[in-house]
């Protein structure tokens, strides 16, 4: 079966936005692994919120007999590893039509890139990629990828902890015993995340499958449960307070034990995982970092 792939900037997007979104509408991603579920809706400027996210964005369309089937995104963001800046390509968005599905698409793409990838300056420049997939039972999308194929180039990097709690209860956090993890060696993942608090109100909205209802969430700074950032988490608590059903999301890397003791302890549970999938031909190996942060409003 012979498929067609468009790769565009986010200036051309408006040629298959209507695809784009119908494909959106029929896509649901697992919470608390599996036990609930989300559907996404990206806002009226559809690539904002890939391209807040990095300095380069590309989208492939890909079509059969000039209907198109699926979509996925790479991101080009600048990350630092031991000190020295290298550019991440992030891989994410992957939609297929439930039509087209187990059909080696993803494979097919990815040979059709991997081949044109020497000759084409515009696949180039960046060093490592990774891409993240939520968990249902314990699994992602990484386990339909069969045979000879470049999507099992990436190995499991991390998994982390999503957390989406009433903000309220982070009040409780005892920050003076925040456990120590300044030593390691960790990865951000989301450099141009700043904000203590990132809303992405109208540019990614999460709808819960349970109710039909938009989560309010309130991203918080991927560092903020560490020692340099931790002064501004009741600042950014009250922000979310003041939003109407406002939750506050934030990832935890699962290998650090003690602090998600330390929410435990003050009833801060999730059973909400994604896992981080990584491939470093040209970067130290994110595989020994011993912490990734990111974003949750980048995943």
């Given at each position: ?102 059909k080696n698409i993803l494979r097919k793409l990815l040979w059709y890139l991997v081949k044109r990838w020497p ?57 003076n015993s925040l456990p120590d993890n300044e030593n390691c060696s960790s990865v951000n993942l989301s450099p ?108």
């Amino acid at each position: 079966m012979k498929y067609e792939f468009d790769i565009i900037g986010p200036e051309n997007i408006n040629k298959y936005i209507h695809d784009f979104r119908s494909l959106e509408e029929k896509i649901e991603y697992p919470l608390e692994n599996g036990l609930g579920n989300f559907r996404i809706i990206h806002g009226e400027n559809y690539h904002t919120f890939f391209t807040q996210q990095g300095f380069k964005t590309r989208f492939v369309a890909i079509k059969k007999r000039n209907k198109v089937i699926g979509t996925i995104a790479g991101i080009w963001k600048p990350i630092k590893i031991k000190n020295k800046e290298y550019a991440g390509f992030y891989i994410s968005d992957l939609k297929i039509d439930l039509d087209h599905r187990k059909k080696n698409i993803l494979r097919k793409l990815l040979w059709y890139l991997v081949k044109r990838w020497p000759i084409t300056p515009d696949y180039q420049g960046w060093d490592f990629n990774y891409y993240c997939t939520m968990l249902k039972d314990g699994k992602g999308v990484n386990r339909t990828f069969k045979g000879f194929n470049p999507a099992k180039l990436p190995s499991h990097s991390a998994t982390l902890n999503i957390y989406m709690v009433d903000p309220s209860t982070l009040l409780s956090l005892d920050i003076n015993s925040l456990p120590d993890n300044e030593n390691c060696s960790s990865v951000n993942l989301s450099p141009l995340r700043i904000e203590n608090v990132l809303w992405n109100e109208g540019v990614k909205d999460i709808l819960s499958t349970t109710d039909n209802s938009i989560m309010q969430l309130g991203h918080l700074h991927p560092q903020i449960l560490t020692k340099k950032f931790s002064s501004k988490l009741n600042q950014s608590i009250s922000e979310i307070i003041n939003k109407e059903k406002g939750l506050a999301c934030f990832a935890v890397d699962n290998r650090e034990t003690e602090k998600i003791k330390w929410l435990d302890y003050s009833g801060i549970t999730t059973n909400t995982r994604c896992n981080i999938f990584s491939f470093s031909p040209f970067a130290p190996s994110l595989n020994k970092s011993d912490i990734l942060y990111i974003s949750t409003g980048e995943i």
